[in-house]
């Protein structure tokens, strides 16, 4: 059973955090959720879901995690412009442990420069950021390379879970 | 006196849109608010200013302004799906018009392509994605390069505005 870190702030998409956290957790996983304070209650933006922040990235250790998991909305943007969070991102990526990332979860593996020569996918809106980070963007539900698993949007979600539980 | 065209959707950082659009009417300035729908009302992302879309982007041409200012926030993001709105400010830079960007106003020059080759600033989450862009990334209060005029947050404004003025 492996123990998934689930990086997020404010304003995620509550679907994207939701869905993969049931399918994890019915799958035996365990999931600890990673942010910029613990303690912190951090909010969905369509429906307000509640995650609390379990430990700081800051304090926060890639080693101790098997994978990573990045829900999209207005998180990623608000997780990229601290360092302690895209270097815990990048360590994932370096290390070749799984990483999950849905719709504009990809801004934080752009700022991590942890994209470059990699296939990917993500929310429409970044798709030239994608490309410019040195990424082939591929428009398919879900993009499998390597150890990363992407997607564009909450409609894509039964393809995604599907991919990630494989990595698990 | 100029007529600028301000391109806007819902979320938008209320003080990038309030401080230079007075700043601009007492100037003499006409503002023409674009959008992605005609009559269309949408929100300031924190003090919910209102603006009333009185033009949607498929309609409008470029040609009939002199100027471009794009506000912060998450409205950039909204936009940058949009291949009308995307072409609309690209048209502006390509027509070497002033373009005003502050903040997430960059996303939108970014999937124009419009950065290449350009110094420019904005918000600290997407400098990666203006240097992947082909820019060169400066943290200045407010970037002068040519038609374009860039700064990176509200903070900023007094030295924005004042530069955006000269360019009118």
Not at 62 to 80: M, Q
Request: with cysteine; charged share 30%; proline share 4%.
């Amino acid at each position: 059973m492996a123990k998934v870190a689930v990086i997020i702030d404010d304003m995620f998409e509550d679907s994207e955090y939701t869905q993969p956290a049931e399918a994890f957790n019915k799958g035996g996983h365990q999931l600890v959720h990673i942010g910029l304070k613990e303690g912190a209650e951090v909010k969905g933006k369509k429906e307000g879901t509640s995650v609390k922040i379990e430990k700081s990235v800051s304090e926060a250790n890639p080693r101790d995690y098997d994978a990573l998991l990045i829900p999209g909305g207005y998180s990623p943007d608000h997780l990229r412009v601290d360092k302690d969070a895209v270097n815990f991102a990048k360590k994932f990526m370096e290390d070749n442990k799984p990483v999950f990332s849905i719709c504009h979860g990809a801004q934080l593996l752009i700022t991590a420069k942890a994209l470059e020569g990699r296939k990917a996918t993500g929310w429409k809106s970044i798709i030239q950021d994608i490309k410019y980070a040195g990424a082939e963007y591929l428009d398919k539900e879900v993009v499998e390379d390597g150890n990363l698993v992407t997607s564009r949007h909450p409609g894509d979600l039964p393809a995604f879970i599907e991919a990630c539980l494989k990595k698990l």
